[in-house]
Protein backbone atom coordinates (compact mmCIF):
# COMPACT_ATOMS: atom_id res chain seq x y z
CA UNK A 1 0.00 0.00 0.00
CA UNK A 2 1.27 3.36 -1.24
CA UNK A 3 1.09 6.18 1.49
CA UNK A 4 3.27 8.68 0.31
CA UNK A 5 6.25 9.90 -2.20
CA UNK A 6 9.47 11.33 -2.58
CA UNK A 7 9.93 13.90 -5.34
CA UNK A 8 13.48 13.74 -6.57
CA UNK A 9 13.68 17.30 -7.55
CA UNK A 10 13.26 18.50 -3.99
CA UNK A 11 15.50 16.01 -2.55
CA UNK A 12 18.07 18.52 -1.31
CA UNK A 13 15.55 21.11 0.04
CA UNK A 14 14.74 21.20 3.52
CA UNK A 15 12.00 23.73 3.37
CA UNK A 16 10.44 21.27 1.47
CA UNK A 17 10.91 18.38 3.51
CA UNK A 18 13.15 16.94 1.01
CA UNK A 19 10.97 16.23 -1.07
CA UNK A 20 8.86 13.81 0.91
CA UNK A 21 4.81 13.82 1.08
CA UNK A 22 3.14 11.52 3.91
CA UNK A 23 -0.47 11.15 3.20
CA UNK A 24 -0.86 13.54 0.44
CA UNK A 25 -4.11 14.95 -1.09
CA UNK A 26 -5.85 12.40 -3.79
CA UNK A 27 -7.85 14.68 -5.49
CA UNK A 28 -4.64 16.15 -7.17
CA UNK A 29 -3.28 15.00 -10.13
CA UNK A 30 1.01 14.41 -10.20
CA UNK A 31 3.12 13.78 -12.90
CA UNK A 32 6.13 11.41 -11.40
CA UNK A 33 9.70 11.89 -13.06
CA UNK A 34 12.16 8.94 -13.30
CA UNK A 35 14.31 9.36 -10.34
CA UNK A 36 11.04 10.00 -7.91
CA UNK A 37 10.13 7.22 -5.04
CA UNK A 38 6.68 5.69 -3.66
CA UNK A 39 6.63 5.05 0.23
CA UNK A 40 5.07 2.29 0.70
CA UNK A 41 4.14 -0.65 3.28
CA UNK A 42 5.22 -3.91 3.02
CA UNK A 43 5.36 -7.27 4.42
CA UNK A 44 7.94 -9.96 4.28
Do not use: C, H, Q, W
Not at 7 to 32: A, H, Q
Not at 33 to 42: G, T
Amino acid sequence: TAFGFRLNKESKDRSRNFGIYVNPDKSIERKFENKDELIVFAEN
